[in-house]
Each structure stands twice: as C-alpha cells, then as structure tokens.
C-alpha cells in the first residue's frame, strides 16, 4: 500500500489525514507553520480557525446544517472534535478554536499521524504510465511504455495548503496544471475583552427567543445613523498597501506573486471612501463595503434586529450588533458580520461607538488578506484528483470551496479518495443528491465533463503539464462556492420554500445514507 502525502495541516488537510488512517492508510502529513507563517494566521496549531468561530447553522433545513449531517454520515472526524470543542451559539455550531485544535491534535495522536513541520515547495513527479498515456515529453523523466500494472509505486499527494499557499508551490501547481490562480481578498472580524463590557447597554438573546447564547448591542436610529456615518468616512487600508513590498504587510507581496496578477496602478485601486472594490467574496464583505450599498444595508445585513426585543424598552430595536462568545471561558467576544478592513486606529474610533463597547479593549483588531483559490472547472474532476495527473488530488479553499464546513467536506472527499487509490482502487464520486457532492460537482463542472470519466484513476482527458486547462472552456467568473440549497438537482414535485428545503434535506441525507453504506461495503 502506497503511503499518501498530504500538504497543509488546516480543516481540509487534517481532515484527508484522518480519512486515510481510519482506512490503514500511512499518511505523511507537511505542515509549513511555525516555522513560516502566513500573514492570517497567528499559531503553528493544526486546524486553526483563522476567521470565526463558527460553522454556522446546525439546522438541517439551512444548507449549511444539512452539509453537518451528510459528514456526520459519512465519518466526518474534524465534526466530531467540534462537538466536543463546542460553546453555546444558539442553532449554529460554535466552538472555543484553541480547544477545537486540541481535540484534532489528540485524534492524531490516536490514530498515529504525526506532522513533518517542513514548507513543500515542489510537486510529486507524474506516474509513468500516465506520462506515456498523455504523451509527455520531459528531459528530466523520459517517456517510458510502462503498463500500470507493471509501475513502481507512485505517490497520492493531495494538495490542502489553503488560499495561503506558499508562492513556491502555488508556481509548481500553475506549471503543472496550466491555469492562473484566481484570488479575492477576505476580512476578519474584531474579538474583544468580555470584562470592558459595558453590561448596563447591552442584553443577552438569539433571535426569536432561540436561547441568550448572544450578546446584542442595540441602537436606535439616530445612533444608527451617527455609525453608519463614522463607518463611511473611516480611513482604510488602501488594498495595495498590502501589496506594496515596502509596506507594513510584506507577506501579502509573496500572495500577490502566487495570485500571478499585476499590481494595480494609484488610478485603479479602491481605497478611497467611495469606490468599493469588486474582489471581495460577497459571503464575506467587510463592514464598511456593506454600509457603501445603503444607509439600510447594515440594518438589513449583519445588523437586523428582527427576533429580538431590549428588554430595556420592550421594543425591538432599529440595529443591533451581536456579539459571540469565543472561548468556553467567555472571556473573549467577536463582533458577527464585522469583518474590516479600517486601520486599527479608525476600528477603535468607529466601533465604540457601539453602545456596550465605549471602553472595549481589542483582543484582536480585524484585518484583510488575500484568499487564492484555482481556476477548478479547468484542472480538477469530481472526485477531486487534478486533470493533469491521477495521483495528484486538491482539497479545501484551494480548490475552490468557501468555509469552514465545506473545507472539510472537500477535505473528506480528497482523504476517502487518495486512500483508495493508495489501496489500488478507483476513486469515488460523491451522488448529486447531497450536498456534499453538489458543491464538488459545481467547483469541477466543466464542458467537456460528459467525455470524463470521473470515476476512474484514469481521467479519460489526459492532458499534459502545463496544457490541462488550456482546451477547457468554463464559467469566466468562476468564484469560490459555500453551500446552499441552489446547488441541488430540482424536485420531481414542484413544492416551495421551507417544504422544498425539506424534501430536498431528506432526499440529499437517503442519499448520503446510501453512499455511506457502499464506501463501507467496499472498504470490506
């Protein structure tokens, strides 16, 4: 049995690692952090949630819910550890993410995977009989008419390093698959101290008396709109400053290089207060980008107030800003939805003026980094290996999906398939039904998918290096996927809203119960 190469110790790598050895699969398992850090994380720990908290809803009617029940299905490891790193969050899966790296650290130690702490910066070499299918020439691995059965071992490496890649691999990638990374940039949200608090303005409730998992911050519409003026004038970190090799942020330099995009002149960057960028992944939109769109957006956005009522007045409030626990301990909040990307100094001036937040201390101011993902429709199938090599799979943002929960799903996908071609046999494709496997098939869809075949260790599309994506033709605007309920096939009855989004959950987790029982069968 081949042993797997999994680069990327994040929710997608760690959960590929987790899959193969629950399959007797060895794992090697490379991890660049501490030794080189990225500029969005803050520790070398194995699955750092480097954003929120949060995975969301735990609702099977919300996609997002329905996504945990489909990997709860099908083994899911990283879920498991959230649910024992869990805090309260009302109906969403909230955990304490130090502890959440803890539970995955000790399912390693479990399950004997260790972690090389070591930066890869180059790719594995094609396996022969694929180099002599596709007709490859290369000086330094020459063609040879080996049959597959007749090959030495060749590695299974999936790729799961996230949309930090480092600049040397993220080069070896595009040579080997042919395509330009595509990026957006993505924006954290603050965390303050619990104890500068001001308890005397603030209440505690979810929405719609779902439990007092939240902290709320009310405002009425004079404050709301003293805010909603202090955001849009607020100085920004101009975007290329982030690109600016001199500036205070030299690591997004190593990113842009990565993204292969030119720097933006003076004239077209969008750092003034009226221009609003079009690379911000629309599921994650800063504050401020948000507050551009309306003087009502916020208040229609991350700042509804619907389903709560202060009890200081008894009325429900004309804006609220939440606030979650981050920790077990509750010591430590983080405002929801306000991702941003104002200077420090502007974040302490705006923010304050957050009833409840006058004297806040900032644990962790919120910034902006740049996510790279591939060009997917181009050089990935649907069971995640690379179209220009069989044994060569990408998982996580990398390859196309958004957020934490999806990271894992692909992570998952990518760990049940490399270790089944490290076991000699073919890899899977997750069934349309599913959510899990909608998302999979809407980040590879392509064209030409009909003369695929996807189930085979053998794409019938073999391409050579730095040629796969070139013939491909896609979505021109191919942008990073979460889950949701558009990607799944229509009913054959026609029903709508919340009994469609139900049928549709029964029908997507028959199907996961399905699949779940052949992956085991064949595992047998």
């Keep these: 049995m081949k042993t797997v190469t999994i680069v990327g110790a994040g929710l997608a790598g760690c959960e590929a690692a987790l899959q193969c050895a629950k399959r007797g699969v060895p794992v090697r398992l ?22 929120s908290n949060s995975l969301k809803s735990d609702e099977p009617e919300n996609a997002h819910g329905l996504l945990k029940a489909e990997l709860r299905i099908f083994g899911s490891v990283l879920l498991e550890c959230a649910e024992r790193a869990r805090v309260p969050g009302g109906k969403a899966l909230v955990v304490d993410r130090r502890r959440f790296s803890v539970e995955v650290q000790f399912e390693f130690s479990r399950a004997g995977v260790s972690i090389e702490r070591a930066e890869v910066s180059s790719l594995p070499p094609l396996a022969a009989w694929y180099r002599s299918r596709a007709e490859l020439s290369d000086p330094h691995q020459p063609t040879v008419a080996l049959s597959r059965q007749a090959e030495p071992a060749a590695p299974v490496t999936v790729i799961a390093t996230g949309p930090l890649t480092s600049p040397s691999l993220a080069e070896a990638l595009q040579a080997l698959l042919g395509a330009e990374n595509l990026s957006f940039y993505d924006a954290i949200a603050p965390i303050v101290a619990a104890e500068s608090l001001d308890m005397s303005r603030v209440f505690e409730g979810s929405r719609y008396g779902a439990g007092s998992d939240y902290l709320n911050c009310p405002m009425d519409e004079e404050e709301y709109g003293r805010f909603v003026d202090a955001l849009l004038g607020a100085e920004l970190h101009p975007i290329h400053e982030f690109e600016n090799p001199e500036g205070e942020h030299p690591q997004i330099t190593q990113i842009t290089q990565m993204s ?164 000699g046999g073919e890899p899977t494709v997750l069934p349309d039904d599913t959510m899990l496997g909608s998302l999979i098939r809407y980040i590879t869809a392509s064209a030409s998918d009909s003369s695929l075949e996807c189930g085979s260790a053998a794409p019938a599309l073999a391409l050579p290096p730095g040629k796969a994506a070139a013939s491909l033709p896609h979505s021109k605007a191919f942008q990073p996927m979460n889950a949701n309920y558009g990607l799944l096939p229509p009913l054959a009855e026609r029903l709508r809203g919340r009994d469609k989004r139900r049928a549709m959950a029964e029908r997507a987790l028959s199907a996961a119960r399905g699949f779940a029982l052949t992956v085991a069968e064949n595992r047998a």
């Design 260 to 423: 292969r995009q030119h720097l933006r002149t003076p004239q077209q960057e969008p750092g003034t207060k009226d221009e609003e960028p079009g690379t911000f992944f629309e599921g994650c939109l800063p504050v401020e980008e948000i507050a551009r769109r309306g003087r009502l957006a916020l208040a229609f956005g991350p700042m509804k107030p619907v389903g709560l009522v202060d009890p200081r007045t008894g009325k429900r409030p004309f804006a609220v800003v939440q606030l979650r626990r981050e920790n077990a301990e509750g010591t430590m909040y983080n405002l929801v939805g306000f991702q941003t990307r104002l200077k420090q100094g502007e974040q302490q001036r705006v923010f304050r003026m957050i009833p409840g937040l006058a004297k806040v201390a900032f644990l962790r101011f919120g910034s902006i980094h740049r996510n790279t993902f591939l060009d997917s429709p181009k050089v990935l199938l649907p069971t995640l290996q690379t179209r220009a090599s069989p044994d060569l799979l990408v998982a996580g943002q990398l390859a196309g999906v958004e957020g934490y929960v999806e990271s894992i799903g692909a992570g998952l996908v990518a760990g049940i398939n490399a270790a089944r071609l490290a076991g």
């Design 30 to 51: 490379f991890e660049m952090r501490p030794g080189k850090m990225t500029e969005a994380h803050e520790t070398g720990d194995v699955a750092e949630l480097v954003c």
